[in-house]
């Protein structure tokens, strides 16, 4: 059974920053490309980033360019979102997912419960 369980949201001001991790279990998670989603109220899911098997290759979305950063760590079966410069924008549920490549942002796998983020003074 396939398994993601994301952490570590919570309340920031902006211009702070986040940590959010994702626990998978139940797949061969070295070999999928893995990224991040958020949906913001009343939005559709969007993917944030995404990072290829063996980490070098990712891929950002333009609204976060340069204030996130992901990362994995395949021993743990773990990939994490190393968030900055937080944005009011940038208030959602994140989830992680496995996708087919970094040209093809489809979920495969069921949704976790994802984790809140909230930007706000």
């Known amino acids: 059974q396939v398994q993601f369980v994301e952490s570590g949201g919570g309340l920031v001001q902006p211009g702070g920053s986040l940590r959010l991790s994702c626990a998978a279990s139940?797949?061969?998670?070295?070999?999928?490309?893995m990224a991040w989603y958020r949906q913001a109220p009343g939005k559709q899911r969007e993917l944030v980033a995404a990072?290829?098997?063996?980490?070098?290759?990712?891929k950002y979305a333009d609204s976060v360019k340069g204030r996130f950063t992901i990362s994995r760590d395949d021993a743990k079966n773990t990939v994490v979102l190393q968030m900055n410069s937080l944005k009011p924008e940038d208030t959602a549920v994140y989830y992680c997912?496995?996708?087919?490549?970094?040209?093809?942002?489809?979920?495969?796998?069921?949704w976790g419960q994802g984790t809140l983020v909230t930007v706000s003074s």
């Open positions: 997912n496995a996708i087919p490549g970094l040209g093809v942002p489809a979920a495969l796998h069921p």
């Open positions: 990072i290829a098997p063996g980490g070098r290759t990712k």
């Open positions: 139940g797949i061969i998670f070295s070999i999928y490309t």
